[in-house]
């Protein structure tokens, strides 16, 4: 076990790299499956949730390699089990978007169901809805999913939730799609850069889509996929939470190869409370000039404001003087970082399912625990600028999405380290 120590509130100032993204990557090594060459793919993030994705696609038969520290290769074998190994899918829920690429080139598809999690209630009905749409069938029992296709056809189907368009449901859908009958459109489409950047790499692997990041999709079913190689877009939400950690804590930094036009909700509520950002080609200058403001925000499917950075912007906000407001409406109930932030000093608390924070507070060092991966993410930057030392436990959960998270940092001259933790030093969940 081991946890993150941070010795807070110096300004950050430098340069912070941004990895490729946890939710490109994961989709995308799913769908090498449907391939029958080879994928290379570059710019890969060595996480802990992409290394279960290339544990599970192992075990469903894909020989798996690095090539130095952000190549993957991914090359099929002539064994192809059918069964999704459960541990592993059940440790992590973007292990779901196995299931399309399964159904489309072994005809079943077994899996454990992703269950809940502390964000809240994590249905995947849409995803069956819109696989049984092209012919596939399911059985669910016992906590997995049997789903079975003789043969897939294209159909019209309808990707909208009741919080939005769902992003690994689009995935999957566009998966089985990519090698299905005839043409499927699928409508209310996520339309995410790392849908867009799944569609990339299918299309470079000779499926046919069209309408790449609107909310219709075209996809004409193809006999066979080829392999291809593939460059994953940045972090979009890596790099959010470096320009939330140079905001809190006051600093100058530059983000190195983050993308603007990914980023356009999240730059427009940081410049509306007051954060300065220059953009040059792949890179943008962070600084805060003055004071900051409060505001009033809720997350969306993209491209709204992202709920993977509702608890960073919450930290932030903790320190901006005022009243902020902000509702989660894709996840109304990702809350599990405010217990860290209080104990670090914040005013903040759930009103009407609301986080209501009461800004300006001079936050403190704190023993605090890292419940999810985003709230992992929250309490880090809270802990930089909090007077005093921060340690956080449940580093597991950051460690998910967050590449050589304490090298970047100190990069920019931050006192941050980890730390292993012995068994009488352990602190109780
Ligand atoms: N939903 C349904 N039915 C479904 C699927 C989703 O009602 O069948 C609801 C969910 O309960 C939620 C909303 O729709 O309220 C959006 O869920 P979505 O399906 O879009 O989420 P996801 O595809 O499972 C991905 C990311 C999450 C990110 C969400 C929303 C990956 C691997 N995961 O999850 O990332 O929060 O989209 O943008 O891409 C993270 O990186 O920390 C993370 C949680």
């Given at each position: 076990m081991e946890r993150i120590v941070i010795r807070g509130g110096r300004p950050l100032r430098g340069g912070l790299p941004v990895s490729g993204a946890k939710n490109a990557a994961l989709p995308i090594i799913a769908a090498s499956?449907?391939?029958?060459g080879e994928t290379t793919l570059r710019r890969v993030p060595q996480l802990q949730d992409v290394r279960t994705m290339c544990a599970i696609v192992a075990q469903m038969g894909m020989a798996v390699s690095w090539k130095g520290c952000d190549e993957l290769l991914l090359t099929p074998q002539t064994h192809q089990p059918k069964d999704a190994p459960e541990t592993l899918v059940r440790?992590?829920?973007?292990?779901?978007?196995?299931l399309g690429p399964l159904l489309a080139v072994r005809g079943r598809a077994r899996l454990a169901l992703p269950g809940g999690c502390v964000i809240g209630p994590r249905p995947i009905d849409l995803h069956l809805k819109g696989l049984q749409a092209l012919g596939a069938d399911f059985q669910v029992r016992r906590g997995s999913v049997l789903g079975r296709a003789v043969r897939l056809r294209g159909a019209r189907v309808n990707m909208r939730g009741p919080r939005g368009s769902t992003v690994l449901g689009t995935a999957n859908v566009m998966m089985a799609a990519a090698l299905a009958q005839g043409r499927t459109v699928i409508e209310h489409a996520a339309r995410e850069p790392e849908v867009q950047d799944l569609a990339h790499y299918l299309n470079a692997c000779g499926a046919c889509i069209q309408g790449?990041?609107?909310?219709t999709l075209t996809i004409d079913g193809v006999a066979e996929l080829h392999g291809s190689t593939h460059e994953l877009i940045p972090d979009r939400i890596e790099a959010g939470t470096f320009l939330v950690a140079a905001a809190i804590t006051g600093g100058r930094v530059r983000l190195e190869g983050a993308r603007r036009d990914h980023l356009i909700a999240l730059a427009e509520e940081l410049t509306g409370i007051g954060v300065k950002l220059d953009w040059q080609d792949d890179a943008v200058d962070v600084r805060v000039p003055g004071r900051l403001a409060p505001v009033r925000l809720s997350t969306e499917s993209?491209?709204?404001?992202p709920t993977d950075m509702q608890p960073q912007m919450t930290s932030l906000l903790c320190v901006a003087p005022g009243l902020s407001r902000v509702d989660?409406?894709?996840?109304?109930?990702?809350?599990?970082h405010l217990e860290g932030l209080k104990a670090m000093g914040a005013r903040v608390a759930v009103r009407d399912g609301q986080i209501a924070i009461e800004g300006g507070a001079a936050l403190h060092g704190a023993t605090v625990t890292a419940h999810d991966l985003r709230a992992g993410a929250a309490l880090v930057v809270a802990g930089l600028a909090a007077e005093g030392t921060t340690t956080i436990y449940g580093v597991e959960q950051i460690d998910r999405g967050y590449e050589n998270l304490e090298a970047k940092l100190r990069g920019t001259g931050a006192e941050v380290w980890r730390e292993s933790v012995s068994g009488a030093e352990r602190r109780p969940a």
């Open positions: 499956l449907l391939a029958r440790r992590m829920r973007g292990s779901v978007c196995v790449i990041g609107s909310r993209y491209p709204g404001f989660d409406r894709v996840y109304p109930e990702r809350f599990t």
